[in-house]
């Protein structure tokens, strides 16, 4: 099963960049159970794959991993970078945006789904 998930111009760049970085060979997306809502989006840059990852190539290049343990939970996943200022502060972040969420907590970092 491929996963359907699209990432932004500006998120491939600046996820190539730490991948450059950090001299990995891509970048691995899974989720842990964590924070005040139940899951987390745990992204980061890998040296290798894991035995239970699959990958795919975007079109620009960027090399995926997916962790098949939350396959079905990152379907449809949406990831872009934003670089804002708020409150006077610099803000540099990936942001997910996931149909599969039911709801998230009000600091953000963590969401729920539906059981």
Known sequence: ?????????????????????????????????????????LPVIVEKANANDISFTTDGGLQIYIDTAWLDLLQGLRIDYVDEEKSGLKQKRLVFTNPNEASRCGCGESFHIED
């Open 1 to 41: 099963m491929n996963p359907t998930i699209t990432i932004t111009d500006s998120a491939s760049a600046y996820i190539k960049k730490m991948i450059e970085k950090g001299h990995g060979i891509g970048f691995r997306l899974s989720v842990k159970k964590t924070g005040c809502s139940g899951y987390s989006y």
